[in-house]
C-alpha cells in the first residue's frame, strides 16, 4: 500500500480505538448469535463489529455485509451485534476467533497490530483501491442509536468503507437486504414488505375452492414482544387479504416492555399466556414473536380459568412445512399411476437435540431424512444449504425453508412447460406455482418470524386445518430443561452434534446409566453458547419422568464440575 494510505489506515484504527477503550474487566465472546451483553457496556464491542463487517467487504472484494444491533429475545437493558454475510446468512465461523481477539484487543496498539497481521494472512487488500459496503439496522432497544454511532465509527476507520443506515428494522429484514443488495435486486423495505404480501396473496390465489375458512380460521392475535416485529405487522397488516390480524404487544409507547413477559421465547419456555392476553382470547390461533422478529410460535389460550397454553413450537412449525412441501412434491412427480419423476429433488429436514423426539419420529415415519447438527442456527442453515429444499427449525422458533438455485430453476422451466401445455389448470401446474411461491415468500437468508407466520397461514388455509388440527399432528414427549452453573463450562466437550459428552468421559456414563431407567428417555448435556451455564435437556414419557432424569443429570453435573 501506497506510503500515505498506510500512514492514513494507521491512524483511523489508532484514533477510533482510543474514542472506545476496552473497560476493565470486560470480555466480549462472538457466541452462537454474535456479541451480546448490557448495551451500555457494548460500544467498544460494536466499534469493533464495525472494523469487523468493513474488512469483511474488503476481504469479498466489496461485496455488502450487513450488521445488525440487537439483543434478540434478551431484557431490555442488553444490546449486542451479529454480522451478515453476502449471501444473507451469517458471517463465516472461520472469522470468529478473529472476532473475538479484535473485540478484547487491549488498548490501541494491539488492535492495530491484531488488524495488521489479519490483513496479512487473509490477504486483505488494506489501503489500496477499493471499497466496502456495510448495511446497518438496528431493533427498537433504547441503546440502539448510540450502538449504531459506535458501529458507523469502527466502519469509517477502514479506508474506502461506506455505511448504508437501513433503520429499526427487525433481523431478518436487514440479512434479506443484504442478500438483495449483492443479488442486484432492490433492497428496501418496501420491495421486502411487496415480496411478501405478492407471494402471500400468489399462496392464498392457489388454496382449493373447498377450503375457504370461516371468520374463526382468518383471525390471528400476534404478541409483537412489544418489539419491531409488531410494529411492521401493524405497516402491512391492511395489505394481507385473507387474514384478520390483531397485534398485541406492538411496541407502541405505554403497551410494555420489550420481551418482558411476552415474546416468543417467554412463551415457548413458560408456557404461559404472555401479557396482554385473556381468557376472552380462548380457542384463538395466537402467534408470539421475538424482540427481533426471528422467532416464531404459535400458541392457544387453553382454558378461561387458568393462564396455561397449548404450545405450537418451531418443531411443529418445521412438520408443517415439512408435510406441505413433501405433498407438492408427490402431485408433481406421481401423476395417476405413473411415476414420472418430472422433478427430483433432494428434501432434507435438519434439527437439533432440542427438538421434541415425537417431532423426530413424526418426520421419520413419513420417511423424510432427518439430520441433526450442534445448536446454533449457523450450523443448521449450512446444512440446510446442502439439499435442493432444506427445511430447518430450532425448537424455540428459529428457522426456515431454503431452496437451491439450481431447484428454483428447475422449477420455473416445469412452470413455463406445463402452462404450455395447455393443462395449466393441472394439480401438477398448480404444486409447482405453490413451490415457486413458498421460496419467494419465505425468508432464504435466515428464519424470518413475519414471512414464516404467513407461510403458516397459507399452508393451514390450503389444508383447511385449524389450530386443533395442526397441535394433533403428533403429541410431544414431556420434556424437561434446566440450566446449572458450574465453575468452567468449558470443560464439557460434546460430540456427535451436542448428544454425547466426549469430555469429561465419566459423565456420559452416568447420564447413560440414568437414562436407561426411563421409558422413552433421553437426556444430554451442553455448555450454553450465550450463556454461563451447562444445559441439561431430558425427555420421557411422563412430565414427572422428564423432571427427575434431568434433575439427577444436573446433580452429575454440579457434582463433577460444580
Ligand atoms: C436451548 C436453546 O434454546 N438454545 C438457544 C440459545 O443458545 P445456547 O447456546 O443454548 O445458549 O440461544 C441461541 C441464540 O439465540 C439459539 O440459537 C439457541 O437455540
Ligand atoms: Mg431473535
Redesign the pocket.
Known amino acids: 500500500m501506497a506510503a500515505d494510505q498506510d500512514q492514513e489506515q494507521r491512524r483511523r484504527l489508532l484514533d477510533v480505538a482510543s474514542r472506545f477503550p476496552l473497560p476493565a474487566g470486560c470480555r466480549f465472546s462472538y ?3 454474535g456479541f451480546r451483553a448490557d448495551g451500555a457496556t457494548m460500544a467498544p464491542a460494536i466499534c469493533r463489529a464495525g472494523i469487523l463487517a468493513a474488512l469483511r467487504s474488503v476481504k469479498l472484494a466489496g461485496a455488502t455485509v450487513g450488521i445488525v444491533i440487537t439483543a ?2 434478551n431484557p431490555i437493558g442488553d444490546n449486542g451485534a451479529k454480522i451478515a454475510d453476502p449471501d444473507g446468512g451469517m458471517m463465516d465461523q472461520h472469522w470468529e476467533p478473529f472476532a473475538d481477539a479484535l473485540a478484547n484487543a487491549p488498548d490501541p496498539d494491539a488492535l492495530l497490530q491484531l488488524v495488521l497481521q489479519f490483513a496479512k494472512d487473509e490477504g486483505i487488500p488494506l489501503g489500496s483501491h477499493y471499497t466496502a459496503q456495510v448495511l446497518l439496522g438496528r431493533d427498537t432497544r433504547p441503546t440502539g442509536e448510540y450502538l449504531l454511532d459506535a458501529a458507523l465509527q469502527g466502519i469509517n476507520a477502514i479506508v474506502g468503507a461506506h455505511a448504508i443506515d437501513m433503520g429499526i428494522l427487525t433481523t431478518p429484514q436487514l440479512h434479506w437486504m443484504v442478500r438483495s443488495k449483492n443479488k442486484g435486486v432492490k433492497a428496501s423495505e418496501s420491495a421486502y414488505f411487496k415480496q411478501l404480501i405478492n407471494s402471500f396473496r400468489h399462496m392464498l390465489e392457489l388454496v382449493p375452492k373447498d377450503k375457504s375458512g370461516d371468520e374463526l380460521a382468518n383471525k390471528l392475535i400476534v404478541d409483537g414482544a412489544n418489539g419491531i416485529g409488531g410494529v411492521k405487522l401493524e405497516q402491512i397488516k391492511a395489505e394481507l387479504s385473507g387474514l384478520d390480524i390483531i397485534v398485541r404487544n406492538s411496541g407502541k409507547e405505554g403497551e410494555g416492555i420489550l420481551n418482558h413477559m411476552c415474546g416468543a ?1 417467554f412463551v ?1 419456555k413458560e408456557r404461559v399466556t404472555p401479557h396482554g392476553f385473556s381468557p376472552e382470547d380462548v380457542g384463538v390461533r395466537c402467534a408470539s414473536l421475538d424482540g427481533d422478529a426471528d ?1 416464531l410460535v404459535y400458541f392457544r389460550v387453553s382454558s378461561a380459568s387458568d393462564n396455561k397454553v397449548d404450545l405450537v413450537d418451531g418443531d411443529k412449525i418445521l412438520s408443517l412445512f415439512a408435510l406441505f412441501i413433501r405433498e407438492q412434491l408427490d402431485i408433481i412427480n406421481n401423476d395417476g399411476s405413473k411415476v414420472n419423476k418430472l422433478l427430483p429433488a433432494k428434501l432434507g429436514i435438519v434439527q ?1 437435540a ?1 427438538a421434541n423426539g415425537a417431532s423426530t419420529q413424526f418426520l421419520k415415519d413419513l420417511g423424510l431424512e432427518v439430520v441433526f447438527t450442534p ?3 449457523k450450523y443448521l442453515h449450512k446444512k440446510a444449504l446442502e439439499y435442493d429444499i432444506g427445511v430447518y427449525f ?3 422458533g ?1 428457522g426456515t425453508v431454503v431452496f437451491s438455485e439450481n431447484f428454483i430453476s428447475q422449477l420455473e422451466s416445469l412452470s413455463k412447460e406445463l402452462s404450455s401445455q395447455a393443462d395449466n389448470g393441472s394439480a401438477q401446474y398448480h404444486a409447482v406455482m405453490r413451490l415457486m411461491a413458498a421460496s419467494q415468500l419465505i425468508n432464504q437468508a435466515v428464519g424470518d418470524a413475519l414471512s414464516g407466520l404467513l407461510f403458516v397461514e397459507a399452508i393451514l388455509q390450503y389444508r383447511g386445518w385449524s389450530f386443533q388440527n395442526w397441535c394433533e399432528l403428533y403429541s410431544d414427549l414431556p420434556s424437561r ?1 434446566l440450566k446449572v452453573k458450574v465453575i468452567d463450562r468449558s470443560s464439557i466437550v460434546t460430540t456427535d452434534a451436542e448428544t454425547k459428552v466426549s469430555q469429561p468421559s465419566s459423565l456420559q456414563e452416568l447420564i447413560d446409566k440414568e437414562t436407561v431407567n426411563y421409558s422413552h428417555g433421553r437426556c444430554f448435556v ?6 454461563d ?1 451447562v ?1 441439561v ?1 431430558a425427555e420421557a414419557s411422563t412430565q414427572v419422568e422428564a423432571d427427575s432424569l434431568a434433575k439427577s443429570v444436573a446433580q452429575h453435573v454440579e457434582r463433577l464440575l460444580g
Not at 526 to 531: F, I, K, L, Q
Request: hydrophobic letters at 15%.
Open positions: 457466541g452462537t448469535a434478540s429475545h421465547d415457548q422467532r437439533t432440542y445448536t446454533g442456527v430450532e425448537a424455540n428459529h430443561q451442553r455448555p450454553s453458547g450465550t450463556e451455564v444445559r435437556y
